[in-house]
Nanobody, 121 residues
Framework: QVQLVESGGGLVQPGGSLRLSCVAS????????MAWHRQAPGKRRELVAR???????KYADSVKGRFTISRDNAENTMYLQMNSLSPEDTAVYYC???????????????WGPGTQVTVSS
């Protein structure tokens, strides 16, 4: 079993910054691709950014140039640095990871419970 837990959300003014973290724990061999998704009220969950185990990244057009995804494989932790935040970024942000589970090294996706980000003056 694998647990993903996000932290770092909160209330920030427009133009401000936040840094989200996602820590993976439990019994697994490794975590492959990881990603941040978000879901605003009344909207579908959408991909924000993705990062492979080797560090290759991909971003949604709406966050390019403002958000930076990174990870520390030794600490099983992923980050999302969010700059120049706007009210349109208000959402619950979810961490997702593909775990290589032990003992059979099966692949399974896990989600964190989410952390609220609110951008408002």
């Amino acid at each position: 079993q694998v647990q993903l837990v996000e932290s770092g959300g909160g209330l920030v003014q427009p133009g401000g910054s936040l840094r989200l973290s996602c820590v993976a724990s439990g019994t697994f061999f490794s975590i492959n691709d990881m990603a941040w998704h978000r879901q605003a009220p009344g909207k579908r969950r959408e991909l924000v950014a993705r990062i492979t185990k080797s560090g290759s990244t991909k971003y949604a057009d709406s966050v390019k140039g403002r958000f930076t995804i990174s990870r520390d494989n030794a600490e099983n932790t992923m980050y999302l640095q969010m700059n120049s935040l706007s009210p349109e970024d208000t959402a619950v942000y979810y961490c997702k990871g593909e775990a290589v589970e032990l003992p059979l090294r099966t692949l399974r996706d896990y989600w964190g419970p989410g952390t609220q980000v609110t951008v408002s003056s």
